[in-house]
T-cell receptor, first 117, second 117 residues
């Protein structure tokens, strides 16, 4: 079974530029998560989708971050304009469980390492 | 408030030594789930174990074992006879199961384990 796919794996941009990340979850997984992992810290949830609807985006900096999950499958996360503090690894995860099923295991992709200069 | 604390930032051991990674959590919920994930240098988070708050039985899986104690709000992870391949960052995480909860994971800051040959 294919895992969670993410691209690109690495991205270097200058501040104030825009960037987009792509995630393809495991086939059939209803729930998709985007996490931000700053160096030396644990991942922090940015946004969660169930199918193509947003379940939780309370920690997403909406003035510069946006995300969508068209057709309830692939998802894109965009930053515009980027700031230096956005340098981090952006992890995508998917889960077969519906939102609210806290026991469901989340499967993580390899992440996209973003460096903002 | 939800919180996960991994007080050990880095641990270094010699191969074949036993090592315990500590995890202390805070939650007001009576129903919750605890997880351990491993993050090797490749960056992908690998699921190791999930426990629910009603099951305090310790668990053993090969060289791995977990000690869950609600009285001290701890969920510690022990690797017996460590190997070089165990070198990674290990994260403890909490998910609450209250009504309306989205199942998001609250991660600790991680413990970097280095196993030297």
């Amino acid at each position: 079974e294919a895992g969670v796919a993410q691209s690109p794996r690495y991205k270097i941009i200058e501040k104030r530029q825009s960037v987009a990340f792509w995630c393809n979850p495991i086939s059939g997984h209803a729930t998709l998560y985007w996490y931000q992992q700053i160096l030396g810290q644990g991942p922090k949830l940015l946004i969660q989708f169930q199918n193509n609807g947003v379940v939780d985006d309370s920690q997403l900096p909406k003035d510069r971050f946006s995300a969508e999950r068209l057709k309830g499958v692939d998802s894109t996360l965009k930053i515009q304009p980027a700031k230096l503090e956005d340098s981090a690894v952006y992890l995508c995860a998917s889960s077969p469980g519906l939102a609210g099923l806290s026991r469901s295991e989340q499967f993580f992709g390899p992440g996209t390492r973003l460096t903002v200069l | 408030a939800q919180k996960v604390t991994q007080a050990q930032t880095e641990i270094s051991v010699v191969e074949k030594e036993d090592v315990t990674l500590d995890c202390v959590y805070e939650t007001r919920d009576t129903t919750y789930y605890l997880f351990w994930y491993k993050q090797p240098p490749s960056g992908e988070l690998v699921f190791l174990i999930r426990r629910n708050s009603f099951d305090e039985q310790n668990e053993i899986s090969g060289r791995y074992s977990w000690n869950f104690q609600k009285s001290t709000s701890s969920f510690n992870f022990t690797i017996t006879a460590s190997q070089v391949v165990d070198s990674a960052v290990y994260f403890c995480a909490l998910s609450e199961a209250t009504s309306g909860n989205t199942g998001k994971l609250i991660f600790g800051q991680g413990t970097t384990l280095q196993v030297k040959p």
